[in-house]
């Protein structure tokens, strides 16, 4: 009798037994067309830095500043790079005018006064000749030296020489300046313009943006220290849309499909739900990290997935832990996050 009792009381025992784990163990987290995930909001932030050398003039924002895309962060000293855009502004004008000058060729000025010289010259070319054919008639009559005439013949080739020289002077002026002067002149200006750009940019990069819109986490740099470009002086926080990653179990991985709505809730606002949507399925499986609590064993395969949502207030704080709901054998509906505040 005591040995069919205790029979009994063995099975009873090793029901409950199996029956407490049986109803601990975690089940595939679906109810049918949901399946509950869990996961953190990703810290998504960028390390801004100057893209130049110099010191840091003034930083116009705290840590945990919200600041806007576009917004002015902080400034460098710029007085070497204002000079040197006034210095290359200037050799860029210099240049367009010495364009400019070989493109318009001679003004009617120049010449008209090539054309006065060329008469004179002509002038004084008659003048040696006739003064040369007088010396050797002279020197015929035995009225003067051979030294005369070679003298008053040398002053008359001179003279013609003179009126050839003024005459390709004159067609020079009326031709113009060289096609392969000007293209060189034009390169040139090209050249120096490139170098105005590149002044210009530089002046730019002397100011920090914001690249988007969100909070200031770190401030590393304070004004009067030396800025460079893989030095960062701020870190910005990304937080519109958030994401959160989760891992979806391998069972799932053909019922989630990229743009599947999504809820997201977390501790600190139990009572509200973020809608989002799902933007990211990993190629590749992984093991379950041990700090994700899934509703999969651990010992299982699975695959990081990325929710977006929108979070206007502020409210889904980076790192977060929260928990994810998402809608079951929905239509793909692509990769690209929705715009916050579109139906």
């Given at each position: 009798?005591?040995?069919?009792?205790?029979?009994?009381?063995?099975?009873?025992?090793?029901?409950?037994?199996?029956?407490?784990?049986?109803?601990?163990?975690?089940?595939?987290?679906?109810?049918?067309?949901?399946?509950?995930?869990?996961?953190?909001?990703?810290?998504?932030?960028?390390q801004l830095a100057f893209n130049?050398?110099?010191?840091?003039?003034?930083?116009?924002?705290?840590?945990?500043?919200?600041?806007?895309?576009?917004?002015?962060?902080?400034?460098?000293?710029?007085?070497?790079?204002?000079?040197?855009?006034?210095?290359?502004?200037?050799?860029?004008?210099?240049?367009?005018?010495?364009?400019?000058?070989?493109?318009?060729?001679?003004?009617?000025?120049?010449?008209?006064?090539?054309?006065?010289?060329?008469?004179?010259?002509?002038?004084?070319?008659?003048?040696?000749?006739?003064?040369?054919?007088?010396?050797?008639?002279?020197?015929?009559?035995?009225?003067?030296?051979?030294?005369?005439?070679?003298?008053?013949?040398?002053?008359?080739?001179?003279?013609?020489?003179?009126?050839?020289?003024?005459?390709?002077?004159?067609?020079?002026?009326?031709?113009?300046?060289?096609?392969?002067?000007?293209?060189?002149?034009?390169?040139?200006?090209?050249?120096?313009?490139?170098?105005?750009?590149?002044?210009?940019?530089?002046?730019?990069?002397?100011?920090?943006?914001?690249?988007?819109?969100?909070?200031?986490?770190?401030?590393?740099?304070?004004?009067g220290d030396m800025a460079f470009?893989?030095?960062?002086?701020?870190?910005?926080?990304?937080?519109?849309?958030?994401?959160?990653?989760?891992?979806?179990?391998?069972?799932?991985?053909?019922?989630?499909?990229?743009?599947?709505?999504?809820?997201?809730?977390?501790?600190?606002?139990?009572?509200?739900?973020?809608?989002?949507?799902?933007?990211?399925?990993?190629?590749?499986?992984?093991?379950?990290?041990?700090?994700?609590?899934?509703?999969?064993?651990?010992?299982?395969?699975?695959?990081s997935v990325r929710i977006f949502?929108?979070?206007?207030?502020?409210?889904?704080?980076?790192?977060?832990?929260?928990?994810?709901?998402?809608?079951?054998?929905?239509?793909?509906?692509?990769?690209?996050?929705?715009?916050?505040?579109?139906?």
């Amino acid at each position: 009798m005591k040995k069919g009792f205790s029979a009994v009381l063995v099975i009873a025992v090793v029901g409950v037994v199996g029956l407490y784990f049986w109803l601990q163990s975690p089940g595939d987290g679906d109810d049918g067309g949901r399946l509950a995930l869990y996961g953190n909001v990703d810290i998504r932030e960028a390390q801004l830095a100057f893209n130049g050398s110099e010191h840091i003039a003034e930083i116009l924002v705290q840590e945990g500043d919200r600041v806007a895309k576009g917004q002015l962060l902080a400034r460098l000293h710029t007085e070497l790079l204002q000079a040197r855009l006034a210095e290359v502004q200037a050799a860029v004008e210099a240049q367009r005018q010495i364009v400019a000058r070989l493109e318009a060729g001679s003004r009617p000025e120049e010449i008209r006064k090539a054309e006065a010289e060329l008469e004179a010259a002509r002038a004084q070319a008659k003048a040696a000749h006739d003064s040369y054919r007088r010396v050797a008639q002279l020197l015929e009559r035995k009225l003067a030296s051979p030294q005369d005439e070679e003298q008053a013949r040398s002053q008359a080739d001179a003279a013609a020489a003179q009126v050839k020289a003024v005459q390709a002077t004159l067609a020079l002026l009326k031709a113009g300046a060289r096609k392969e002067d000007i293209a060189a002149a034009r390169a040139q200006l090209v050249a120096r313009e490139a170098a105005l750009k590149q002044a210009r940019q530089r002046l730019s990069d002397a100011s920090l943006y914001a690249p988007a819109d969100g909070i200031i986490r770190n401030r590393i740099l304070e004004p009067g220290d030396m800025a460079f470009p893989q030095s960062p002086v701020l870190t910005l926080a990304f937080l519109d849309p958030v994401w959160a990653r989760a891992y979806l179990p391998e069972p799932m991985l053909g019922r989630v499909r990229l743009g599947a709505t999504a809820w997201i809730t977390t501790d600190s606002y139990p009572d509200k739900r973020y809608e989002g949507w799902v933007g990211y399925v990993s190629p590749t499986a992984e093991f379950t990290p041990k700090t994700v609590q899934t509703p999969e064993l651990r010992t299982r395969l699975v695959y990081s997935v990325r929710i977006f949502a929108c979070n206007p207030d502020g409210e889904l704080r980076l790192g977060m832990p929260v928990s994810v709901e998402i809608d079951l054998d929905q239509a793909d509906a692509g990769t690209q996050p929705r715009p916050c505040g579109a139906p």
